[in-house]
């Protein structure tokens, strides 16, 4: 489900445990929170209000919590979708240099190369929109980021 208030795709972390933002509704209290647990079939949720101040406690989960080398894992994928958004390197450059910055206890946990070359081209899509078609031609503006061309040889 999408959310509209600006908490889709936020990560939780309590107690070694990571959580995702699921939904938000209003109460009595005000808006409430909900965060489930990320691990695959575990549904711990947990409350909270939008000052993140937890309103109900998670139950006991059925899994032991992620290892340090899955937390460092998202936090090098984290640092690779930053770097295709903040730079225009090429793909294959920003897949590298997170693969090269990270333990090798850390490399059986970060997905493949292809994976990580297709997060980093969805995300520069959600970054790089391009301009709006001009009406006619007098009004066509290529912006300088647009305006680099390649040459194959």
């Known amino acids: ?64 919590p992620p290892d340090a080398a899955e937390r460092a894992a998202d936090i090098a994928k984290a640092k690779g979708k930053k770097i295709a958004k903040e730079t225009n390197e090429k793909t294959s450059a920003v897949v590298d240099k997170v693969r090269i910055e990270v333990p090798v206890s850390v490399l059986g946990q970060l997905p493949s190369k292809s994976a990580l070359s297709q997060q980093v081209r969805r995300t520069r899509v959600q970054v790089i929109q391009p301009p709006p078609n001009p009406q006619a031609l007098y009004n066509l503006v290529i912006p300088a980021r647009f305006a680099n061309i390649m040459k194959r040889g």
């Open 1 to 64: 489900m999408a959310a509209t208030n600006g908490y889709s795709g936020h990560k939780g972390i309590l107690d070694c445990y990571v959580y995702y933002f699921n939904r938000s509704y209003e109460t009595l209290e005000g808006t409430k929170l909900r965060w489930v647990c990320s691990h695959e079939g575990c549904v711990v949720p947990i409350l909270t209000d939008i000052n993140m101040v937890i309103k109900k406690e998670p139950r006991i989960h059925a899994h032991c």
